[in-house]
């Protein structure tokens, strides 16, 4: 989980800056960045395409995770605060056993539904299961811990600036014991 609060909320230390750099970025111009809504969300990508910028995330992750202490409290209080919300909401469910950065094991009644075999209209792929407890908490995570101010360059010369959504926090395992 810690990798993924750091790239959605660009804690690399690349992205350090102090008041001097940040009098002089692109975004405090009155022209400002450009808001380009033209691209796809992540899961709408091919999946060789989702596989290709997962490898590309994870060889780009810097491990300098306390970089700084900033850094550090930003990554564990996000974190914290995820592991606190889960178990609040399994807990409404049924008994946590053990909830941390790597996974969530809990023991749900039989009668809770576990996976969702939905099918779809596309030939290739006509069927898809999905984990019921770990979308339920993934869209938890998706609706309070996107970045919603990912700026990122795409031209250098004319300052103009890519501002998406981010999240990469999707990752959450589940193991649920019945």
Same mark, same amino acid.
């Given at each position: 989980?810690?990798?993924? %609060?750091?790239? &959605? +909320?660009?804690?690399?230390? *690349?992205?350090?800056? +102090?008041?001097? !750099?940040?009098?002089?970025?692109?975004? +405090?111009?009155?022209?400002?960045?450009? +808001?380009?809504?033209?691209?796809?969300?992540?899961?709408?990508?091919?999946? #060789?395409?989702?596989?290709?910028?997962?490898?590309?995330?994870?060889?780009?992750?810097?491990?300098?995770?306390?970089?700084?202490?900033?850094?550090?409290? !930003?990554v564990c209080t996000t974190g914290s %605060?995820? %592991? $606190?919300?889960?178990?609040?909401?399994?807990?409404? !469910?049924?008994?946590?056993?053990?909830?941390? &950065?790597?996974?969530?094991?809990?023991?749900?009644?039989a009668a809770f539904p576990e996976n969702?075999?939905?099918? &779809?209209?596309?030939?290739?792929?006509? $069927?898809?299961? =999905?984990?019921?407890?770990?979308?339920?908490?993934?869209?938890?995570? $998706?609706d309070h811990y996107t970045n919603d101010?990912?700026? #990122?360059?795409?031209?250098?010369?004319?300052? !103009?600036? #890519? =501002?998406?959504?981010?999240? *990469?926090?999707? *990752?959450? $395992?589940?193991?649920?014991?019945?």
């Amino acid at each position: 989980m810690y990798p993924n %609060i750091m790239i &959605t +909320n660009r804690l690399q230390p *690349s992205a350090v800056v +102090n008041s001097t !750099i940040c009098a002089q970025c692109d975004l +405090n111009r009155p022209n400002g960045p450009n +808001n380009n809504n033209n691209t796809l969300s992540f899961h709408q990508l091919p999946q #060789e395409t989702q596989l290709s910028i997962e490898r590309k995330r994870l060889a780009d992750y810097c491990r300098f995770r306390w970089h700084r202490m900033e850094m550090g409290g !930003i990554v564990c209080t996000t974190g914290s %605060i995820i %592991i $606190k919300r889960t178990r609040e909401l399994v807990e409404q !469910i049924e008994r946590s056993l053990e909830l941390d &950065t790597d996974g969530i094991w809990c023991v749900l009644p039989a009668a809770f539904p576990e996976n969702y075999e939905l099918i &779809t209209r596309d030939p290739s792929r006509p $069927k898809v299961v =999905i984990s019921y407890p770990c979308s339920l908490l993934n869209l938890i995570i $998706k609706d309070h811990y996107t970045n919603d101010q990912y700026h #990122e360059l795409v031209d250098k010369n004319k300052h !103009i600036y #890519e =501002i998406r959504s981010e999240n *990469s926090i999707f *990752s959450l $395992k589940f193991m649920v014991l019945i």
